[in-house]
């Protein structure tokens, strides 16, 4: 079994409908694909309705959280999308996602960059605005040759001359409200330092303590020594090890399949999981 854990839709920042999504997935020859769109399940029902036969989709969301003035993001997956207090976090989220583009967007102006919300708002369509938006219009308007090239500290990184905070869960919440809903929580790309500063393996121990699930350890911001490294930290606090591509179409370089989860370690988030189950096509 081929399985993917991490991808995004034009739900969020990804190019790919949501049916377009799980088409490719299909033709890129996975079994299992999780839609896991930035702080929305809006996309679940279009996959649902265009999920090809024998392909698998894994429900799923990345919440937006910061711990001690850093960013990170945790992967929710199989859990009840109506759950009350998850669906309020999660709106909250979203409500801040547009005042804080047009911080961004204010700051690149005044840096001397020309774009406009009309431009951005264009590019993200119906999705939920994001940096990675924002870094498009930079391509198009040239400032930057891709949009890797935007994160950085110059323009839109977590320490950049442009960036704004937004909206994000404390990562223990988020565990906690992952759980309640009956989720299954795994920490996203944890040691991934050419986004920024990481969480320290204490905090990390502390996020098992409190219930945390497990670590996505084979990702393409991680080298070799990373992947290693975190498969052992994985085992040493029980926790799973999952790998995945966090496909965003055409945004970035990264293809789908292109890590993967083993199947043991699926089996056992789908076992972990009461607030939704796979659905199969």
């Known amino acids: 079994m081929r399985i993917d854990l991490h991808t995004h839709s034009t739900a969020s920042d990804g190019t790919d409908t949501p049916a377009e999504l799980v088409r490719n997935a299909a033709a890129a020859g996975l079994d299992v694909v999780a839609l896991t ?43 009840d999308p109506e759950e009350p207090e998850l669906a309020r976090e999660r709106e909250l989220v979203r409500d801040d996602r547009e005042p804080r583009a047009r911080g961004m967007i204010r700051k690149l102006n005044e840096l001397g960059v020309p774009v406009t ?6 590019i993200a369509g119906d999705g939920a605005v994001g940096r990675p938006h ?8 040239g400032v930057v040759e891709s949009v890797s090239d ?14 704004v905070d937004k909206h994000e869960l404390d990562p223990f919440e988020a565990v906690r409200l992952i759980k309640g809903a009956g989720g299954v929580a795994v920490f996203a790309h944890p040691l991934a ?9 204490s905090a990390i121990a502390e996020l098992a303590a409190a219930g945390l699930d497990g670590l996505e350890a084979d990702h393409m911001d991680h080298d070799p020594d990373t992947r ?7 085992a040493e606090l029980g926790l799973l090890a999952t790998g995945s591509s ?23 988030i789908a076992a972990r999981a009461s607030g939704a189950g796979p659905l199969t096509g």
């Not at 919440?63 to 945790?74: F, V």
């Not at 935007?150 to 960036?163: K, L, P, V």
């Not at 290693?228 to 994985?234: E, M, Q």
């Not at 965003?248 to 043991?264: A, F, I, N, Q, Y």
């Open 37 to 79: 769109d930035h702080d929305t399940v809006a996309g679940h029902e279009e996959a649902v309705r265009a999920l090809p036969s024998g392909l698998t989709l894994v429900t799923g969301a990345e919440l937006s959280c910061r711990l001690n003035g850093i960013p990170l993001h945790m992967l929710a997956y199989l859990f």
């Open 117 to 122: 919300w009309e431009q951005v708002a264009g």
């Open 246 to 268: 966090d496909y965003h179409g055409s945004r970035k370089t990264c293809v789908l399949g292109e890590h993967t989860t083993h199947p043991d370690v699926y089996a056992e």
């Open 134 to 141: 924002i870094a498009s219009a930079m391509v198009e308007l």
């Open 150 to 163: 935007a994160f950085t500290s110059e323009w839109i990184a977590n320490d950049g001359r442009a960036y």
């Open 193 to 201: 330092v050419k986004r920024g500063a990481c969480l320290p393996e």
């Open 228 to 234: 290693k490294k975190l498969h052992g930290v994985a």
